[in-house]
């Protein structure tokens, strides 16, 4: 029976991987229709409300001490996204979610408190160095703002972390996305308010949030309840294949041979960094 749950939960992982970037294939598609920046305002507005639908939460009782955590999760969340999405116009999704790996394990290198974690970061960086076959087609300002996104996703770990453990349930993470929404929605309006008004943009953007956020996080939610952190932070670093397969099916995005040794450089770095580390953080990314 224990079997079975462990097996379910792996599944469950996997639907919320799949659903994630397949959402992150919607807003490359959406790109013809209107800016990344929009995209994230309509995946971050759908996702809050539908969140703060289903928790309810009760914002009076909630201390200063929990806003502020609260408040933090929603600016990175939101760098998080911004960034992701502007790398995403640039370049190809399995290159994106690769770089962009980097900053979670990173950060579980450094928890592992270990020397020999720093060997997987060195596998990792030779893997990335080889998606471009010496970078010459890789975008560098794309570059630049994956490896933000990767920064932005070590911080959410910890300020996620921080409001799990502050905020009962996940009416915090429903409030951070809030705040998400709060944020970008004025820097949208301005770039690009007809798209607001648009039937299938807003249908797009609908998609985008179920697909990248909804699902993902309640996936991922039933499966942490059945499976330890270290095993599902194994799960969550074959992140950057689903995307290429993902990126090769729905978006027609090639890879050369190098660049998909790259990939699998860094999964495996991934996985021996989060294995080095023990039990971590999750380097979950249900609203990235």
């Not at 659903?19 to 229709?33: D, H, K, R, Y």
């Not at 921080?162 to 349930?169: C, D, L, N, S």
């Not at 942490?224 to 729905?250: D, H, N, Q």
């Not at 190098?258 to 999964?267: D, F, K, N, Q, T």
Request: with cysteine; glycine share 10%; charged share 10%.
């Amino acid at each position: 029976m224990q079997r079975d749950g462990r097996a379910s939960a792996v599944a469950l992982v996997g639907l919320g991987l799949l659903c994630q970037e397949v959402g992150a294939s919607f807003g490359v598609l959406m790109f013809g229709l209107t800016n990344p920046v929009a995209v994230v305002a309509f995946r971050l507005v759908f996702a809050a409300v539908i969140l703060v639908i289903v928790t309810r939460p009760r914002v009076r009782s909630f201390t200063g001490r929990q806003w502020r955590g609260i408040v933090l999760l929603g600016v990175v969340l939101t760098t998080m996204n911004v960034a992701f999405y502007l790398a995403l116009e640039r370049l190809a999704l399995g290159v994106t979610v690769t770089i962009e790996v980097l900053g979670p394990l990173v950060l579980a290198v450094v928890m592992a408190k270990k020397k020999s974690a720093w060997l997987w970061a060195g596998l990792a960086f030779v893997g990335v160095a080889a998606l471009g076959g010496g970078w010459d087609r890789l975008d560098p300002l794309g570059v630049l703002f994956a490896l933000i996104a990767g920064a932005s996703w070590a911080g959410y770990i910890l300020a996620a972390a921080r409001v799990g453990r502050e905020v009962a349930g996940v009416s915090g993470l429903a409030l951070a996305m809030t705040v998400g929404a709060v944020i970008v929605m004025p820097a949208a309006l301005v770039i690009d308010a007809p798209a607001f008004i648009n039937p299938t943009i807003i249908l797009l953007g609908l998609g985008v949030a179920v697909l990248s956020s909804v699902i993902p996080y309640t996936a991922e939610l039933f499966a942490l309840r059945k499976i330890t952190e270290s095993t599902f932070s194994v799960l969550m670093s074959l992140g950057p294949a689903t995307a290429s397969i993902v990126g090769w099916l729905v978006l027609g995005q090639h890879l050369t041979m190098l660049e998909i040794a790259g990939i699998v450089l860094v999964v495996a770095a991934s996985m021996g960094a989060v294995l080095a580390a023990g039990r971590t953080a999750p380097p979950a990314e249900p609203v990235a």
